[in-house]
């Protein structure tokens, strides 16, 4: 059986595989063909991917495979090139694209989306969205940073000393975290705010202060899956009370805040935004799903009137992409792992598995997933 692991399109500088995951599905039994120059934008060379047991091919090649790794979710001219019935495992990004889940339906093709799978121990392996969270709240400090025409630690110095930068993290999930660690090895006196009361502990853990409106509301904000749940306009006027005076008072603002399945909270208005000093920087990781800063345009560093500098990357995880890339070649790899059986070397979709049955969109021509239970083919 082929796997086949094309070259992304434009824009996407990741791939869906290593050498290292390349060497583990040929010790699977399977073929491994690459498609030239995949692994570029994340350096990996055509002849690391033949050392490690690939071969290399051409887009076409996408027809003879039964199984296709990708990072984004194949366009319509991509699933033309895929034979009926290959599985296909992505990001998705289903929500809010509903006509291109159909089209995958249409295509014949069995398709996973790796960000529904689920947060058990099972799975932990697979977590695509923590594997590349945790890289964009990294990279989102060093992009911050980047903007910020001071220093970020405190330095006392013999011409003088530079006070340390006050970065304040909004929204403590996976790349929250990440981003608290980073801003504080950089020397940055940082502080943090969540919905969810669990991340309390966490924020203090890492040497970070708590700030959030703690109330009844509050405390019963994380659902069973531990995410976010929508909060009323109540809560959000309070913690907008809470947050506005403290943002005036910040170099670095990062926020990092979404509620799956839905747009991303506005946590800053355009008057916080004018309340900041210049040369203050804000960095909207949520940009892609409506921004949690007013003002933010997806793609671009915008400058507003008073010289504070709003940063809104696309594909943060992909600015760095050679360990992204590392990471995200090994989720696949894990959950291709558990679809292959080991004694006849075979590939086979289990449909009873619960990870199959949480990620599987598409399969038999038609749209599967619960969530997307009204979108016909
Ligand atoms: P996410 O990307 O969905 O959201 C980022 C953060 O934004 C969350 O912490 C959320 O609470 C916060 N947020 C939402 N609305 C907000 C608002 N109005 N104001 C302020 N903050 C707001 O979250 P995530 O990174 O996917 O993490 C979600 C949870 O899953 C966390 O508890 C994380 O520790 C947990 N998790 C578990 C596993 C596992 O068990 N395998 C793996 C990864 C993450």
């Known amino acids: 059986q082929v796997v086949f692991i094309p070259k992304e399109i434009a824009g ?22 690459v498609e030239a120059g995949a692994g570029l934008g994340s350096r990996i060379t055509d002849e690391e991917f033949v050392k490690a047991g690939g071969s290399i091919g051409k887009a076409s090649d996408a027809g003879r495979a039964d199984l296709v790794l990708k990072v984004r979710r194949p366009t319509e001219a991509e699933l033309k090139g895929y034979k009926p019935g290959a599985a296909v495992i992505a990001t998705m990004d289903p929500y809010g694209n509903e006509a291109a889940v159909a ?52 330095m006392m110095t013999a011409a003088g000393t530079v006070p340390a930068a006050k970065v304040f993290i909004m929204g403590v999930g996976v790349a929250g975290l990440q981003a608290i660690a980073t801003a504080r090895r950089l020397g940055a006196v940082v502080t943090a705010t969540d919905v969810r009361p669990a991340v309390k502990e966490q ?52 926020t990092t805040a979404l509620i799956p399945g839905r747009p991303a909270p506005k946590l800053v208005s355009a008057a916080m935004v004018a309340s900041m000093k210049p040369g203050s920087v804000l960095v909207d990781l949520a940009v892609e799903r409506g921004g949690n800063v007013e003002g933010a345009e997806a793609g671009k ?77």
Not at 336 to 348: Q, R
């Open 12 to 33: 996407e500088p990741r791939v869906a595989a290593s050498p290292e995951t390349v060497k583990r599905l040929a010790g699977l039994g399977l073929d491994v063909v």
């Open 103 to 154: 089209a995958m339906a249409g295509a014949g093709v069995t398709a996973f989306a790796m960000e529904f799978m689920p947060r058990i121990s099972r799975a932990q392996s697979m977590d695509v969205l923590s594997s590349q969270a945790n890289l964009a709240g990294y990279q989102a400090v060093i992009d911050g940073a980047g903007e910020y025409d001071r220093a970020l630690p405190m």
């Open 203 to 254: 924020v203090q853990s890492l040497g970070a202060k708590f700030l959030a409106v703690e109330d009844e509301e509050f405390k019963a904000a994380e659902t069973a899956g531990g995410y976010a749940k929508e909060m009323s306009k109540e809560y959000q006027a309070k913690q907008a009370a809470l947050t506005a005076e403290h943002i005036a008072k910040q170099d670095i603002v990062i």
């Open 301 to 377: 560093v915008v400058t507003a009137a008073n010289g504070v500098k709003i940063v809104g990357h696309l594909n943060v995880p992909g600015r760095v992409a050679a360990s992204a890339s590392l990471l995200y070649a090994k989720n696949l790899y894990a959950f291709v792992e558990t679809m292959v059986d080991k004694s006849t070397k075979t590939f086979a979709v289990n449909r009873e598995d619960e990870l199959v049955k949480a990620t599987m969109l598409t399969d038999g021509g038609k749209v599967v997933h619960s969530a997307f239970a009204n979108v016909a083919a």
